[in-house]
Structures are given as C-alpha cells and as structure tokens.
C-alpha cells in the first residue's frame, strides 16, 4: 500500500514539475502611447519575478479592448476610457472590465523644429484641424502651408484629442492619418509644415512643443489639469486583478513602477 | 438582372460620395456551404433525398465610410447563388444607412437613417454561430434589415442597450410599389439590461400590419389584412466557456372584424448553448446546441407544432490581432419533426420533417483605406 502511494505521489511529482517550471505567462495590449510604460515596467517586473513572462503588444486602444472582449489578453491597455457601447459588449460576453489608472499624461501638440509658432490656443488647433487655417501665418508663423498630422482610428489618443480639442468635428481630408506615436513624431520633424500631436512619452528633440492657450504640458499642468488635453493612461483587467496581474499592475503604481513611468517621459499618478 | 444594373447604378452614385470619407473601410463575409437534407411527409415509408448542392449562401460585401468621428454611413449589398435565380447569382442590398452620434444631446446614443438592422429580439446581434437563422428572422416575426428610422444607444456604465424604431415593417426585400398597399408604418422598442456581468436580460415590442384593412375600390374590408403585435424576451448567460441564449418570442396576429375567425397567436421558444473550449485546450473550437419549438397551432391557416434540435461544431483560426477569426468551418447536423397529431392538416400538405446536415466555410476580410 505504502508502495502505491509513494509512486502515485512520484507520479503526480513528474507530471507537475514540468508544468509549474513552463512559467506564468502574461500577455497585454492595446494602445501604442502606453506601450513604452508597459515594456518597460514589464521588463523590470520580471527582472524581479523571472516565473513570470509578460508579453506585451500595441494595436491600438481600441485593437487591445477587443482582444479583453475576446478573452484573449489579461490586461488591456487604453490611452482613453472604454466606452459604454464596449463595456455593455464585454459584460454580456461575461467580462467585466475593470480600469486601472496607470499614469497621466498630456497630449503635447508638436511643430517642426524649425517652426517659429510656440502656442496655440485650442480653436486654433481645431480650425487647423478642420482645414479652416491652412498657413502658419495666419497663427503668427512664417508663410508655409500646414501639413495636418492625425492618428488613426484605432488610436484612443485620436479620440481623447477629438473629443478635447475638436469637439467631434471631421479631420480635413487631407490630413496625414499615421498608426503610431513614433510614425506622427518622425513625420513632424521630417516636414517643415507639419503639425502633429503626440503622447508626452514620444517628445524627441526633432520636433518642438507648443503650448495650448498659453500652458506647457508638464507634471504640474497635467496632474492640476490646466493643462487642456490632459488624460489619464488604463489598463483594463476582466474583473478585480488578481494574481500575476494584480501584482504587475501594484508594481507599475508603486514608487519603483511610477519612477519608471517618469523616465518614459509621462506623468506620475501622484 | 435588373437587380444587377440596380445595384451598379447605385454603387456608381454612391462611391463618389464614400470617397470623400476620412476613412472607408472594405469588408467582406462569404459563406461556401454543402447541404444534404433528408425528409418525408406523414406516411411515406422512407425518406427522400431533398437537398445535396453546393452554394453561396450569402456573400456579404460592404462599404463602411467615416465622414466624420459622429458621422458614418454603411452600405452593405448580399451576393448569393443559393436562390433560384438562371442568372448564377442575385443580389440584395442588405443595408445602406448613414449614423448620427450627436444628433441629439444624449451620450452615447445614434440616430440611424436607411436600410438598418431591426432591433428586435437576438436578430440584430446573431453572428450565426450555428448555421440556422435567429428565432425571429427562422420564424417570420420580425426581418433583419429594414428601411426606417431608429434611435439606439447605450446606458453609461455598459449597464445595457436601448432602441426606438420606426421602420416600414416589410424587411429589406420589399419597397416601393412592393409594399402591397400598406401605409402603417412598424413600431418598435427594445431593451436589454446587463445588470451585472455575465447576465443579460432584454426584451422587444413592436407592431406591423399587412396591406390595408379597407379595400379602396369597393371599401369592402380586406380578408388578408392583419395587425400583429410581436413580443420577445431573451436571457443571456456568460461565464467562462459556458454562453447560452434562451430566448422565448411570439407574435397576436388580429384580423379585420369580419374575418375575425382567423385571429391567432404563435410562440417560439429558442435554447441555444455553446461551450468555447479554446481557453481549455488551446484550440479555437465551440461546441453548440440549439433546441427549437415553433407552436403555431393556434393559426387556422397553417396549424403545426414543430421541434428542431441542432448540434454543431465549430473551428475558427486566422485570428487578427484583436483575435477575431477570419476563418471559420462550421459542421451542423439538424433534425427538424413536426407533431403529427398537432399538425394536421397543413402538416399533410408541405411541412416535412427533415434530416440536415450542413458543411460551411465563412471566410472574412477587412481594410481600412485612410484619406
């Protein structure tokens, strides 16, 4: 008897062994502007917690709330909040999507860095936007016309940016519509007449930031809200996190997570 | 044919239009399917092969054009071999409609104008995860797609949906001088509540009528004219890999007084589980069920009782990178019997029981062209 057990008992020892060593796998994604904290505070988690591997991709705000829908990604990440249309979809699926702040962040509006304006006010950006100025001159720049630089559907920063400073108006048709963050900065500093709008994390010294009605984004205008196209960055689990998720997603809100956030060139919750 | 010329007139009119959108997104959905279909009539002694072809069921092809972030239009036409048609193919439009977001000062909520879905019962959001129809669409109470006008929208908090509707009660196939003389228009209303996650209970009304209750030549009442009022209630329950839809609808069908004695009602009952095994074994695969029972005893004109039981297996692969799949092959087996003692007469005269069995592959595409 006491045979048995012992090798039902070594049995169950070899059958689990192997599973519990394959490790703790993670995956989330979503939106681009939030990439940069995810990789990097992923990376620091699991130099801290080498059983978990976190896998971590963009698409887009509205590419990762789906793929919560689906079940197919624990964590969502989200540059906007979800809307009611996608929570009603995800609840009746049986997913309950749960936000977590994870920093803050101003959508910086960027020139070309040889570009002389240095502050917009936000009818100006949305008349730029809706094709009514078409010349730097006629917001006190040089005669050159503006090259429109928008994001894509997908993106939550698009849909923050036209909901704060468009108002839900249409995009001039002839507006460059680019998948990233990175995509809009290069293209900026690369044209001399472009203007483009950006996540504070992607800022690069090609391109310059202008202020809006008169406020720069930084960490005091952004957290007191004076700054006008302030947001907060998500991610969304299905439900209360709990487990690997619940601890990844303390660590990026701790002191040692927020610190990273910082030196990703966006905000601190606190 | 000249459905054909319709719809490339209408194509060439409507696309200058589309492209000036800030986005137009291309799709399409196609469904190539094999169906062998076994059935007998009471007291026949065996069963006679009535179906086992190939077709195009439907050939969804659509036009989605973004005008604004509170403007966009749909247009979306059928292609299908599966009709008795000597062309080889027909051709439907299926929807052409424009949404307004902030036409009225309510969040989250869309006005749509055209050809749109009906919002009634399960049939506007059935993905067909079986091969069969929705309850309302597989029993003539309600049709998918219809010209009208609707205001539909979402409760902050994702606690559930609404709509209000104002349609012309025909479905998509009938306009125009199609429409057989009625001037009522349909009515609807819908609600469907997610209360907590997981669970979602909802209902719809609406009322339709057919052509006119007075005959205008000789202001005689009409035999065929009839009120309906159509009634649904469904339940949804999500948890893990268990999803099961029980939706419960029916139709009062009252005719003009003098015809009175053919006044009936009609109820369906639908159960319809499915069990998605990919979170358990890593494979997209769904096993589903489906549990039908038509009583339309209660109508003097086509008195039967029927049962339909389906079982199906599904397999979804090409995910994109929201993990919607782009392919799917669906088995489906159906056995369709009517009650013989509740049936007769009309049961002796058409209605079979029937034996189905359906191989299909959908196949769905998608692009976004930016401005």
């Known amino acids: ?270 | 044919m000249k459905q054909i010329i319709l719809m490339l007139i209408l194509g060439i009119l409507l696309v200058p239009g589309i492209v000036q959108a800030q986005e137009l997104k291309l799709s399409g959905e196609l469904w190539n399917r094999w169906t062998m279909e076994n059935g007998k009539a009471p007291g026949d002694s065996t069963d006679a092969t009535l179906r086992n072809n190939f077709s195009l069921e439907r050939g969804y092809v659509g036009l989605e054009a973004k005008f604004s972030e509170t403007i966009k239009g749909r247009l979306t036409v059928d292609l299908f071999s599966s009709d008795a048609l000597k062309d080889g193919a027909g051709i439907k439009l299926k929807y052409a409609y424009v949404d307004f977001s902030r036409l009225f000062p309510i969040p989250e909520m869309t006005t749509t104008v055209g050809l749109q879905k009906v919002y009634f019962g399960s049939i506007y959001d059935w993905n067909y995860s079986l091969i069969g129809k929705a309850p309302t669409d597989e029993y003539k109470l309600a049709n998918s797609s219809d010209y009208g006008i609707t205001l539909n929208g979402f409760i902050p908090g994702g606690l559930g949906e609404y709509a209000l509707g104002a349609y012309n009660g025909e479905g998509y196939k009938n306009y125009g001088s199609n429409l057989k003389d009625n001037t009522d228009l349909s009515y609807l209303a819908n609600l469907r509540l997610t209360p907590v996650s997981g669970l979602t209970l909802g209902g719809s009304v609406m009322n339709n009528s057919t052509e006119r209750e007075i005959l205008l030549a000789n202001a005689t009442a009409n035999g065929n004219y009839s009120r309906q009022l159509l009634w649904d209630g469904l339940l949804r329950a999500a948890y893990g890999p268990l999803d099961i839809w029980v939706e419960y609808t029916g139709k009062d069908v009252t005719f003009a007084d003098a015809f009175s004695n053919k006044d009936y009602s009609a109820n369906a009952l639908c159960v319809f589980p499915t069990l998605k095994l990919r979170s358990l074994i890593g494979t997209d695969l769904e096993i589903l069920g489906r549990y039908d029972r038509w009583d339309e005893t209660d109508n003097p004109q086509n008195i039967n009782l029927m049962t339909a039981v389906t079982a199906g297996v599904n397999y979804n692969f090409m995910h994109d990178e929201s993990d919607n799949p782009a392919m799917q092959v669906q088995l489906n087996y159906t056995n369709k019997t009517y009650d013989e003692a509740e049936s007769a007469p009309a049961y002796a005269h058409g209605l079979k029981d029937t034996d189905t069995l359906m191989l299909q592959f959908k196949w769905r595409f998608a692009t976004t062209i930016k401005n």
């Not at chain 1, 062994?17 to 988690?45: M, Y």
């Not at chain 1, 993106?155 to 923050?160: A, K, L, N």
């Open chain 1, 1 to 270: 008897m006491k045979n048995r057990l012992f090798i039902l008992a070594l049995v169950i020892s070899l059958i689990s062994i192997p599973l519990l060593a394959k490790g703790r796998q993670l995956t989330c994604s979503g939106s681009t502007t939030v990439l940069p904290i995810a990789q990097a505070t992923a990376e620091a988690f699991m130099d801290l917690h080498p059983e978990v591997n976190i896998s971590v991709r963009g698409g887009g705000s509205g590419v990762g709330i789906a793929a919560l829908q689906n079940g197919t990604v624990q964590i969502a990440n989200s540059s906007r909040p979800m809307k009611a249309k996608e929570i009603t979809q995800a609840r009746s699926k049986g997913i309950n999507p749960t936000p977590y702040a994870i920093a803050l962040d101003g959508i910086a509006i960027v020139v070309n860095d040889k570009n002389p304006v240095k502050n917009l006010t936000i009818a100006q950006i949305k008349d730029i936007y809706t094709g009514k100025i078409k010349d730097w001159s006629q917001v006190g720049g040089a005669r050159l016309p503006i090259v429109v630089v928008s994001r894509d559907v997908a993106s939550g920063t698009f849909e923050v940016f036209n909901e704060k400073a468009l108002s839900g108006s249409k995009v001039i048709s002839s507006a460059q519509l680019l998948a990233s963050n990175n995509a809009v900065a290069s293209t900026v500093g690369n044209t001399p007449g472009a203007i483009g709008y950006i996540g504070l994390g992607y800022l690069t010294k090609d391109v310059k930031l202008v202020s809006v009605n008169g406020t720069m984004p930084s960490e005091k205008t952004v957290k007191d809200n004076t700054y006008k196209l302030s947001r907060k960055l998500y991610m969304y689990t299905n439900g209360k996190a709990a487990g690997d998720v619940n601890r990844y997603i303390s660590f990026i809100q701790s002191a040692a997570g927020q610190k990273i956030v910082k030196d990703q060139g966006f905000v601190t919750l606190n």
